[in-house]
């Protein structure tokens, strides 16, 4: 019945080891709330669950119900939400304003994530109703290049985004962030034939692929960006790269499930980081250390080798 506090960390952010004192003096304070640190990457099934994409983040728990999240290293909001929860004082009207705002401001970035997003039950490999299993089988139909929101994995979403949209039902399909509308919509753009003008074709996986690996002359494909590195491996990759003052450009596979699977075919290599040099695979962080000692590393980044 009590407050159950989720931090997901990861040992090599140093902003989580702060966190992870300040959560300890918070149980040193409240012995009544269960305080439990949980290593992202360990567990990757639970943070994908729960949309875990850096860290640090907590997620509230009562009763086995979500019922708060924070992410980032905010220890006064961290000890407020605490405070807030054992109390169970309702949200002050300034607060839930601010809530609406952070939920919209989260749900944009959603509609966004992709140029053509589908909100569903389920995934497109097993969709949870029939609505959203039609709409699936008529965008696969037609080639469809879509990326997919399971709402059943977030009630906040779930719910906000009706909202958000003034649209009661889901499925609900977006292209570049606007509302097309549920499956009765997408029937009647398709038998309309408009289908295909409104939504963007796939590109095949193996062009997508090679034009990423192309798209700068140094290309690393890695767990999160340049600014947040989001595993210690490509933490360590970057620092290198940063160090050799040549330009290159980065690409989160954390954001693109093809993308990290299909690479892995694709170059025969099974695991990131993956660092590309016009458009042909260097290696990961071994082979890169490896030349860095040998002094190869910049004439390999410039193309000479």
Known sequence: RSLVVVHFWAPWAPQCAQMNEVMAALAKEHTQVTFVQLEAEAVPEVSEKYGIS?????LFFKNSQKVDRLDGAHAPELTK?????????????????????????RLKKLV???????????????????FSKQIVEILNKHGVSFSSFDIFSDEEVRQGLKTYS????????YVNGELIGGLDIIKELEASGELDTVCPKAQKLEDRLK???NKAPVMLFMKGNKQMAKCGFSKQIIEIMNNTGIDYETFDILEDEEVRQGLKTFSNWPTYPQLYVKGELVGGLDIVKELKESGELLPVLKGEN
């Open 81 to 105: 939400k605490v405070q807030r929860h054992i109390s169970g004082t309702s949200l002050s009207p300034s607060s839930s304003d601010n809530a609406k705002e952070d939920l919209n401001a």
């Open 166 to 173: 003034n649209w009661p039902t889901y499925p609900q399909l």
């Open 54 to 58: 850096s860290v640090p983040t907590f």
């Open 112 to 130: 966004n994530a992709a140029p053509c997003m589908l909100f569903m039950k389920g995934s497109p490999k097993e969709p949870r109703c029939g």
């Open 211 to 213: 034009s990423l690996i």
